[in-house]
Every structure is written in C-alpha cells, then in structure tokens.
C-alpha cells in the first residue's frame, strides 16, 4: 500500500505541476522572512539580517533544484522532456521524417505480411494437443504412391495398438434451401476427436448416434459462420448431407479445421453410420484404400517396432494384405512439421525479413544522418552548454524511436491490410482458406522488427553525434568523419535497380491484363447470363429432363432463353476431356469436347462460319451432328468446307452440320486446340451447366431461377452458381492479380528508392554547404549549383537503372509464358522504366537541390 | 558549529524525533534540530527539505498550510502513526549499531 501511495505522491508533479511550485516557492520565503527576523531580533541590521539568512539557508536555487529531483520520478521526467524535444525537432524537418516513417513502415510492414503469411502455413503449432506425438500410417508402393487401408485393416490395426483413428475425405452435398454447396467431409472414427485433444467450441465432438436415432455430424466453424450465420443454437438442429439426415452434435473451434494446413473441413460424420449406409456398406469387409490411418504414439516408443507390430497385424498369418512389393511395408510418419523442418523453412526465409528491413532501415537510417548534419551546428551549441554527448545521442535515439514506433503502427496498418487482402483474393479463386490474420505472434514479431529498425536506423546519428567536436563545430570546420560513400552508393543503386525491375513487370503484367481482357473468349463476355451448374436427380431421361428444365426456366420473368452445355469454356475444371477422332488416311486426332444445347453459339455470341449450331431438333433417336472448330477442320479437310462431312468419333458416326471459330477452352493463355461440339441432348450424363440469357441485369434472377428449378426437380444439386460476369472476372483473376501484385511492388520499390535518394542527396548537400557558398561567392548562379545536385543524383541513379534492365530482361524472359501478346522485350516497356526511374530519381534530387539554390554564401563562409 | 555530512537515513531519523512532540514548519525544525544537537548540527536547506520530501512520500510525515505565530502562511509538517512506529524501529536500530560499534571501537 505504502508503495502505491509512493508512487500516487510522485506522479503528483506531472499534474499539479505549478501548484507545487509555488507552494515550495511560498515555504521558501517564509523559512527566510522567519530566519530575517530571528536575526533582526537577535541584532543584526535588515541587510545584514536578510544577508546571514540568505548564507545560512544556503543554495536556494540548488535547494529547490534537489526538492524537485526528490519529489517526482526523476526518470520520466527526463523522458517526457526528452519526447517533446524529439517531437518538436522531428516537426521541424516534416518531409524528411515523413520519409524516414514511410520507409520503415514499408519495411516492417512488408517483413510482418511475410511473416504472416508463414506463420499461418508453417509455424504456427498444430491445432491439437501435443502435435509431435501423432504420427501417420502409410505404405508405400514401388513407384512412391501412397497406399491407403481399407477398413479391415484399421480393426486389424486398431487391435494391436492404441489411438488409432481411421477417416476418409470425401465431398459431399450440403442441402441449402436455394442451392446446395459440395462441402469437404470427413468420414472418421469415433476416437477421432478424444485421440486429437479437440474439443468442440459449441456441443460437442461427438460422432456416434444422436438422441432421436440420426446420426450425428460436427460442423467445421467456417462452415458454420458462412451457411449458419453462427447460429448458436445450431445444436440438435437436422442438415441433409447427400439427402440424408444428420443432426448437428456440436460445432468447431476456429482453430481447428482438420489435418491440413489451408484446407479447412466442413463437417466430420461417423464410420459406424457411413458403414451401415448403402454407400459405404461394401467397405466394411474391404481392404481396398479408402481410408488413412493415424495414430498418437507414446513418447519414447520405438517407432520401427511399432511399426513392424501395425504391419504384421494387417499382412497375418492369412496373408490377409499382401506386402507392396519392394517397399518396407508400414512406415509412421510424423503428421505435423516437426520444429526442425520448421526451424529449416524460418532459416529460409530470414535472409528475405533481413534484406527487406535492412534496406528501409538504411534509408531511414541515411535520412536521419542527413537531419543529423544539418543540426550539428545546435549539437555544437548544446554540448558548449554543459550538455554530455550521452545526453545528446539520448535526444536522437528517442527520436529515431518516435520515427520507429510510427512506422511499426504504420507497418502493422500496411500488414493488416495486405494480409486481408490476401486472404480474400485466395479464398475467392480456389475457395481454400488459410486463416491468415495478424495475430499475436505478428505483433511480436513487429516489435522485434521495430526494436531492430531503431537500432539499425538510429546507430549512424548517434554515433556522429558522439564523435563530434565541439570546437570544431563552432569554427564551422572539420568534416564529420569520412563517410562510407561507397555503401550508400550502393544500397540506393540496389534499391534502384529492384524497383526497375518491379516496375518493367508491372508494366507488362499490366499489358498482358489488358490484352487478356481484350482477347476474343470465342464468347461474348459481356451477355447478362446466369450460369447454373446442375446434377439431375429424376429418374428420367437427360434429355427430357433438359427440355422440360428449359422451358419452365424460359417462364421465368426476366428471361431470354435457356440453353445448356457440359461446362463453359473458362471454367477452372473439366477441361482435359479429350474424344479420339478417327481420320481416314491419317492419325487418329484427340480434339476437346464440349456438349452444348440448342441455339448455344447464339446466345453465346460465338460465329458461326458455315452451316448451322445445334438445334432442338438434335436429341435422341435423330442422326448424330457435330460442329467442328476452324483448327479442327483444317486438320481433317484442309481448306474444304467441314459441312456434310462425316466424323467418326469413339466409333460412332457423326454429321457435322457445322463449323465455328476457335476459342480457348480453358485459359485465355492457351493456343488453340482442335476442337468439336456434339449435342448435349444426345449424350445420356455427364456434368451439366445451364445457361440462362436474361433481359436485365442477371444478378437479381439467381434465387427465382434456382427456386424454379427446385421446384421442378427437389433433389437436383447446384455448385457454383453465378453470372457470367463473375465468371470471366475469375478466369482472369491470376492476369489481375499478377499484375496488382507487380505494381504493388513496384510503387513500393520506387517509394523506398526515393526515399533513400532523398536522404542521401540531402546529406551530401548539408556536407558541403561552405563548398557551394564558396562556389556561389565565385558566381556560380542557382541553376548551375542545382544542376549540379541533380547531376549527382543522377551519378547514383544510372548504374542501377542499368542494371535494373538487365534483370528486367531477363525476369521477363522467364515470365513470358505468362504474357498474352506481350513480348519479354517490349521497347516501350523498358524506355518507361527508364524514364520513370530517372523522373523519380529527379523528383528525389529536387528539394535538396532547391535546398543547396538558398544557401546564403556570406553565412556560409562565415565562421559563426 | 560542525557541517556534518549525515547520512540520508540519519537526518530522517532525527527529523521525526524533531516533530515528536508536536507539529513544525521548516523552519521551526531546523531550529529544533540545532537546538537538540546543542548548536553542533546546522541542517541546510538543500538536505531538510528533500529529506521532509522523502518522509511525506513515505507517509511517515504529513504536511498542511497552516497560519504561524506571526501570521504568516506556513507549511507545518506533523507525525503519522506510521511515522511515530518508524522512529522507533529506527531508534532501536541505531541503538544497536552505535553500542555494537562502540563495543569493536573498544575492543583491544
């Protein structure tokens, strides 16, 4: 209690600082007047009487000086003055503090994105309780496949051995009230959850029966937030899984979202059902691989005898098993990252946080030694005063701190940010989360890093101010120590040459976006389409089913026409089938296929160049057509006219009926490829998409359309369902995003080059300011002595340029494949590189140069 | 009149036995405190007051504003209970050490 009191006592003169002042100052006076009159009474005259108090009191300034050093923490008080300075002089030279706090969060930020990003996919320790004891059980064959287990050897196993756990991941069909999603399942044992420490955030991990005889399943927490809304009372409620009805045990924590990294589970059900379920009924008694083996091992168990223990259990004396040949049978493996293959990948990565931090330190740190020059003269003055130059290099490392705490919170701004974005950008293209957020560890990590930028920006100025001297100063003489000229030279050089690069990228990414964008899709990206994926569930023919589909979707108002096909070209699966063409008088041709409905090239906007398109009149028992692509028809034909021609493909006999342009099939990166189309009404299965042209925007007709269609067919199961317009934003996500990600960077790169140029020209400007006074004084005029700054920014900048476009060739040479009619050597890329380079260079230079333009030269010259 | 250089824990020590019997302004104490060590001990300023600092933080002291005998607007500083139990503590400590001292300094 008293220790508080202390402290509550000491903290008083922060608060009531002028208060207690005058109250010291008040019993002051009144001990003297006491003292005056004590002697007046004891004889002396008042001046003598005044004089002896005085004597006797002794110090009063010191007297005062020593109450106030006892009365408040004498520490902080010494910081708080030492922040306001640091604020005031960091105020004073805006812009180049600006720059300082730019650069180091660039470079914190930057470093802490990555380690994000790491952290999430390696570091971070395994979501379930002591990660290195779980081990997985795999054989191998003799071509290093991995053969599962069928579910007898996992009783086998399980009999031998304890915390054995066997799953399968499957795909299975979430019923939803407008479309169904395919969700990520997990078929596990019921020691599943107790043999990984999990529990569950919301009910519980339980995967047997549930009370009213269903069976139950446990929600992934994604799963539950983005189709449940995170309904809590999720608990006991039915889901249908492949039209079968489970009843939700309990739900998952955040963290946990199964076994591997990035690929987050949706929901867990339970082997006792699935091996009573007519699906999985025949896997009872089978040895065939469906299933992975996992097991927690005791510590200090050997693994080989275990091993050989899980292997004999499965081979048995009835060879129930028989050994892959060559291989050495069962083997455990750890399941998660051991801390050495952990330590490894960090190990990696260090030299990029090391390089990328240390570049924006340097910066800052050149930008700081440059305000640090032009302040020697108040640094000589202080240190005449009485100042220690401890005292004075304590002024500049809390300023270099100030500078690196706003760049950390800056830093931890740039981070957040890119991180979010991240995440959203890989969750949109390949639905694969992550779980990339910042963290706690991110944050220590950041004060690490901004511990470590203060220390590497704020060395040089102190140490400069520890080695002046002050006579020197004064006379306004003596350099400040030769500086490693060279290091700065190159650093800014370097940075000059990597923002080249990134910048010559970005411009061709960019190009290539844009010719991506441009390139004729062999349809019209533009229409109002709705695209509705579909898997028919009555039992009726495909292409009755069809008929009657499009026309209850053509009633709905709003809508053009319906037509199908077996996918649309662009989409991310599907696009490898392949059918054999048999040619007379040549080889056999493999040509893409794609099965399409009626009036498909139409409504697509693809041209047709001779004949017809499929017509309704193409289903089953009318004669077989095709319609061949240009590529196609040269190859088999020549130049002659495909139409009327008869095709055999897979042995059957088509007529094609028509011909139409090439288009790309699966990317916009891709060449042509011979391709045909027959009539999806005459195909018996196989994938489905439907096709839906709408008067008006598409958007609002998605939920009427997947109503009607429901309505018509209960069980048909939709996935990914969207328009058009969200389908070809897709199919060029990776150009979009290559070339966002090259201009990041090359802004970036070019922000932090300026900055180091900046820091460097103005050091040099303040160096030799008695120079260019003397040179002025001899007549040199303003814009010679800027010329001559620029001049030498220019000297710095170019061999980095030069440089620069080497790399540039030669990156862009590797990227090429990538680029759509862009050529790796583009001219005009490479001259707006250069441009750009020298444009900023120049920009950097200016300000010192206009800086050096004012230099009075009678000041300059002076000795002050 | 002997300027002793007193120890920090001394001075506060003899401080508090000062302001036993009643409460003091600064200086009324350093009266007192002359008057106790027979005119041998002159306190300066720069010590008294930073050591009535020390005491007031340890809440050995209290202080208040109050009038003098001649009108004037004085700072009087009293003893706390704790103040009071301190004193002691530290009057049987110094016994000890200055007898235990004494004791060695005798010894032959």
């Known amino acids: 209690m008293s220790r508080l009191r202390q402290i509550l006592f000491r903290l008083q003169p922060f608060f009531r600082r002028q208060k207690i002042e005058t109250g010291l100052s008040d019993e002051i006076r009144t001990h003297l007047e006491m003292q005056t009159e004590a002697n007046l009474a004891a004889g002396m005259s008042p001046v003598e009487a005044r004089n002896a108090a005085l004597r006797e009191f002794g110090g009063v300034d010191q007297a005062r000086e020593l109450y106030r050093d006892e009365r408040s923490i004498l520490w902080l008080e010494n910081l708080l003055r030492d922040l306001r300075f640091a604020g005031r002089a960091l105020l004073k030279n805006r812009g180049s503090t600006a720059l300082a706090v730019i650069s180091i969060a660039l470079g914190i930020g930057l470093t802490t994105a990555i380690f994000g990003v790491t952290d999430a996919l390696i570091f971070r320790p395994a979501a379930y309780t002591r990660s290195e004891e779980v081990f997985g059980v795999s054989s191998r064959g003799d071509d290093q496949r991995i053969i599962g287990y069928g579910w007898r050897d996992y009783e086998d196993m399980a009999r031998v051995a304890r915390n054995v756990v066997a799953y399968q991941r499957v795909g299975s069909v979430l019923a939803g009230p407008f479309n169904d999603e395919v969700v990520l399942t997990y078929i596990a044992t019921p020691n599943f959850f107790s043999m990984l420490g999990v529990r569950a955030a919301l009910g519980n991990a339980s995967l047997g029966s549930a009370g009213d005889g269903r069976p139950e399943v446990v929600l992934g927490h994604g799963l539950w937030m983005r189709r449940f809304g995170g309904d809590p009372t999720i608990v006991g409620k039915t889901i249908r899984l492949n039209s079968e009805p489970f009843t939700v045990a309990g739900v998952m924590p955040a963290a946990f979202t199964g076994l591997i990294r990035g690929i987050p589970c949706d929901v867990w059900i339970g082997t006792d059902h699935y091996l009573d379920s007519p699906g999985g009924r025949y896997e009872r008694s089978s040895r065939s691989s469906q299933f992975e083996i996992i097991m927690r091992v005791p510590p200090a168990t050997a693994l080989e005898g275990l091993a050989e223990r899980l292997d004999a259990a499965i081979r048995g004396i009835d060879g129930h098993k028989p050994a892959p040949s060559g291989s050495p049978g069962t083997v455990l493996e750890p399941l998660a990252l051991t801390w050495r293959q952990k330590l490894v990948a960090g190990g990696g990565l260090l030299p990029v946080f090391a390089l990328v931090l240390f570049v924006a330190c340097a910066n800052a740190a050149q930008l700081r030694l440059a305000q640090a020059e032009a302040r020697k003269k108040e640094m000589g003055v202080r240190l005449a005063l009485g100042s220690s130059p401890w005292r004075l290099a304590r002024l500049l490392i809390v300023e270099t701190l100030l500078i690196a705490g706003a760049g950390a919170v800056g830093g931890l701004l740039i981070a957040a940010g890119t991180i979010a974005l991240l995440n959203s950008a890989v969750t949109t293209v390949s639905g694969i989360d992550l779980g990339l957020n910042v963290d706690w560890r991110g944050g220590l990590f950041t004060l690490a890093a901004t511990l470590l930028a203060s220390a590497l920006a704020g060395l040089a100025p102190v140490r400069h101010a520890l080695r002046l001297n002050v006579l020197d100063i004064l006379k306004s003489e003596g350099g400040m120590g030769r500086l490693k000229n060279r290091m700065q030279r190159l650093l800014v050089g370097g940075q000059t040459a990597a923002s080249v690069v990134f910048f010559g990228l970005a411009l061709l990414f960019t190009t290539s976006f844009h010719h991506a964008s441009a390139v004729w899709m062999g349809f019209d990206p533009n229409k109002t389409m709705v695209v509705i994926p579909a898997a028919p569930s009555l039992p009726m023919a495909r292409s009755a089913w069809l008929e009657q589909v499009s026309e209850r979707l053509r009633a709905v108002p709003g809508v053009r026409d319906v037509t199908f096909a077996r996918r649309l070209p662009l989409s991310p699966s599907g696009g490898g089938m392949k059918l054999r063409i048999e040619v007379p008088g040549q080889a056999p041709i493999a040509a893409g296929v794609n099965m399409v409905g009626s009036n498909y090239f139409g409504m697509m906007g693809t041209r047709l160049l001779s004949g017809r398109g499929i017509d309704p009149g193409d289903r089953v028992g009318a004669p077989l057509v095709a319609v061949v692509s240009q590529l196609l028809a040269r190859q088999i034909l020549g130049n002659q006219n495909p139409v009327g021609e008869t095709l055999t493909i897979e042995g059957d006999r088509y007529q094609v009926v028509g011909l139409v342009e090439d288009a790309p099939s699966n990317d916009l990166h891709e060449g042509s490829q011979p391709f045909v189309y027959l009539a999806a009404a005459q195909m018996a299965r196989g994938d489905l998409t439907l096709i839906v042209e709408t008067a008006g925007a598409p958007g609002p007709l998605v939920r009427p359309l997947l109503q009607e269609l429901k309505h018509f067919d209960a069980g048909v199961v939709t996935n990914g369902v969207m328009t058009l317009r969200q389908h070809v934003d897709r199919a060029l996500f990776p150009d979009r995003a290559a070339a966002v990600i090259t201009t990041s960077l090359g802004v970036l790169g070019f922000v932090l080059t300026a900055a180091g140029l900046f820091g460097m020209v103005q050091f040099s400007v303040n160096r030799r300011t008695r120079e260019i006074g003397v040179r002025m004084a001899l007549g040199a005029g303003p814009e010679m002595i800027q010329r001559a700054v620029l001049r030498e920014a220019w000297f710095i900048v170019s061999p980095g340029v030069i440089v620069g476009l080497f790399l540039l060739g030669g990156g862009a040479w590797c990227c090429q494949s990538w680029f759509i009619k862009v050529s790796p050597l583009d001219p005009t890329a490479y001259a707006a590189c250069a441009l750009a380079a020298t444009a900023i260079s120049l920009l950097a230079a200016w300000l010192p140069a206009q800086r050096a333009t004012r230099v009075n030269p009678v000041d300059a010259l002076r000795a002050e | ?108």
């Open chain 2, 1 to 108: 009149m002997v300027k002793s250089d007193l120890l920090p824990g001394t001075l506060e020590m003899l401080i508090l036995k000062a302001l036993q019997l009643e409460p003091m302004h600064g200086f009324g104490l350093s009266v007192r405190l002359k008057q106790m060590s027979r005119d041998l001990f002159q306190v300066e300023m720069g010590s008294l007051y930073p050591a009535l600092c020390r005491l007031e933080a340890q809440g050995w002291v209290n202080a208040k504003w109050g009038v003098s005998d001649n009108n004037r607007k004085a700072r009087y500083y009293a003893l706390t209970p704790a103040g009071r139990k301190q004193l002691q503590a530290e009057t049987t400590q110094w016994e000890l050490l200055s007898s235990t001292i004494n004791a060695m300094l005798r010894a032959t």
